[in-house]
């Protein structure tokens, strides 16, 4: 099993371009997760789906859109990117019912210049 | 909505020494409190949690107290050894029935040879 599949690993962007980050999991999860990590802040929810066909904001979704494509699928969205959002980008999923046992994926490292 | 402090930042330990890292949360509606250990370039993975029916939990050299009536858990590391270097973030549920995690800003942990 891949477990959390993140792509792409690392992207350079300009400001005011966009660009999705896909994920994909394979261990029949029904929530998943996008956190941002930045230094000395830990880890902060953008936006989650805690099941096929639903999405909530988290702590941080100003500037970011998210789709719920499929119970595998869930990407993040960066309709015009700016520099206050390079950042390392994490994916996640778990159980329902399993509050708080995350599997992350590897990670994407998004910079803005 | 829930808010996690975590402290210290960064800890230095001599191999063999106990390490302690404490946080403190908000939202006396949070009933799980995991921990995650991320080394340097990974993924952030579990490796202990707590849920609020319980005061202590013990996994071999780590073990997590709880003191639901201050709003404050802590991670305690025995026998430290070099493989446990990395960064330490707590967390804790958001609401009783949502599965969505608020993590603390996270412990460098470095243990000296």
């Known amino acids: 099993n891949a477990g959390v599949t993140q792509t792409p690993k690392f992207q350079v962007l300009k400001t005011g371009q966009s660009m999705t980050l896909q994920c994909a999991q394979d261990?029949?999860?029904?929530?998943m997760y996008w956190y941002r990590q930045d230094p000395g802040m830990g880890l902060r929810l953008i936006y989650y789906?805690?099941?096929?066909?639903?999405?909530d904001k988290g702590e941080v979704p100003n500037g970011y859109n998210v789709s719920r494509l499929n119970k595998r699928e869930f990407s993040l969205r960066l309709e015009s990117a700016a520099p206050s959002q390079t950042s390392v980008y994490f994916c996640?999923?778990?159980?329902?019912?399993?509050?708080?046992?995350?599997?992350f994926g590897e990670g994407s490292r998004l910079t803005v210049l | 909505g829930e808010n996690v402090e975590q402290h210290p930042s960064t800890l230095s330990v001599q191999e063999g020494d106990s390490a302690v890292i404490k946080c403190t949360y908000s939202?006396?509606?949070?009933?799980?409190f995991p921990w995650y250990k991320q080394e340097l370039g990974k993924r952030p993975q579990l490796i202990i949690d707590?849920?609020?029916?319980?005061g202590e939990k013990k996994d071999q050299r780590i073990a997590v107290t709880l003191n639901k009536t201050a709003k404050h858990f802590s991670l305690h590391i025995t026998e430290t050894q070099p493989e446990d270097s990395a960064v330490y973030f707590c967390?804790?549920?958001?609401?009783?029935?949502?599965?969505?995690?608020?993590f603390g800003s996270g412990t460098r942990l470095q243990v000296q040879p």
């Open positions: 996640a999923s778990s159980e329902m019912g399993r509050a708080g046992e995350l599997f």
């Open positions: 261990m029949n999860h029904n929530s």
């Open positions: 789906s805690a099941s096929e066909g639903t999405t």
């Open positions: 939202d006396s509606a949070s009933n799980y």
């Open positions: 707590i849920r609020s029916n319980v």
């Open positions: 967390a804790a549920s958001l609401r009783v029935g949502r599965r969505a995690l608020t």
